[in-house]
């Protein structure tokens, strides 16, 4: 399976159709947003796909947000997803809270951590654990999204 790994797209459509377009030519079948998606906007525009949401710290109204989420059919997870596609067990969060993405990703608990926050692209290992912060749409240089497949837990960055 692959999944399309996008965050910080702060409401900000225009700089979200580039990863949109390079989401589908990449034939993604799902989609996670790390989170300060920033807009009903923006979740709609992932229609075309499964897509896990959570809320980062610029996301401010969570009940709208949230409603939106729900509206468009799609999976809004708060601000902390608890995820097992193709066999893996995947957190996405947005990694504001400090002590909680440091313990997501030393407890051994996750296959694959995903998250945002930095506006900078990152892929490490932390001992068994892949950890992937795929960039950002909005204020970043490039804006970035990232591809995994599963189950073999491969990443790639690609610049937008």
Known sequence: MRL?????SHGHVELTRPAIRMLDSLDVERVLHCGDIG???VVEMFAQWPTDFV???CDYNHADLGSAIEAAGQTCHGV???LEIAGRRIAL???????QFDEVCTNGEWDLVCYGHTHRAKLEHCGET??????AIYRANPHSIAIVELPELTATIVNL
């Open 130 to 135: 892949l950890v992937l912060n795929p960039g």
């Open 4 to 8: 399309g790994i996008v965050s910080d």
């Open 93 to 99: 969060l947005h990694s504001d809270d400090r002590r």
């Open 55 to 57: 809320f980062g710290n």
């Open 80 to 82: 902390f997803g608890s």
């Open 39 to 41: 807009s009903a906007e």
